[in-house]
Nanobody, 129 residues
Framework: HVQLVESGGGSVQAGGSLRLSCAAS????????MGWFRQAPGKEREGVAG???????????VYPNPLKGRVTITQDTAKNTVYLDIHALTSGDTATYYC???????????????????WGQGTQVTVSS
């Protein structure tokens, strides 16, 4: 039984930073992908960051162009936790943030929500000016 639990959301001032965590359990694949997504009211879910871990332990990451330089996805394999760091927050970053796990082999496609098999419940991020 795969379970993803996000945490770290909250209310922050514009210009600040935030670290979101996604604790994963029950996912036993040797190669996999993880992604962070967000969804604001009335908008479609969009990819924020993606990563792929190969069976040899190699890893790669991808970010959408508008967010490059402001977001970073990292992983602590010992803790089975994936992190998302977001800097220089603006009101446009206000959304519910979700982490997801899947098995796509294409790093670019790790930003595509429909390719993921498992999702967390989401954590709310609200940025105030």
């Amino acid at each position: 039984h795969v379970q993803l639990v996000e945490s770290g959301g909250g209310s922050v001032q514009a210009g600040g930073s935030l670290r979101l965590s996604c604790a994963a359990s029950g996912y036993t694949y040797s190669s996999y992908c993880m992604g962070w997504f967000r969804q604001a009211p009335g908008k479609e879910r969009e990819g924020v960051a993606g990563m792929r871990r190969g069976s040899d332990g190699s890893g790669s990451t991808v970010y959408p162009n508008p967010l490059k330089g402001r977001v970073t996805i990292t992983q602590d394999t010992a803790k089975n936790t994936v992190y998302l760091d977001i800097h220089a927050l603006t009101s446009g970053d206000t959304a519910t943030y979700y982490c997801a796990a899947g098995s796509t082999h294409n790093i670019i496609k790790t930003l595509t929500p429909s390719l993921y098999d498992y999702w967390g419940q989401g954590t709310q991020v609200t940025v105030s000016s």
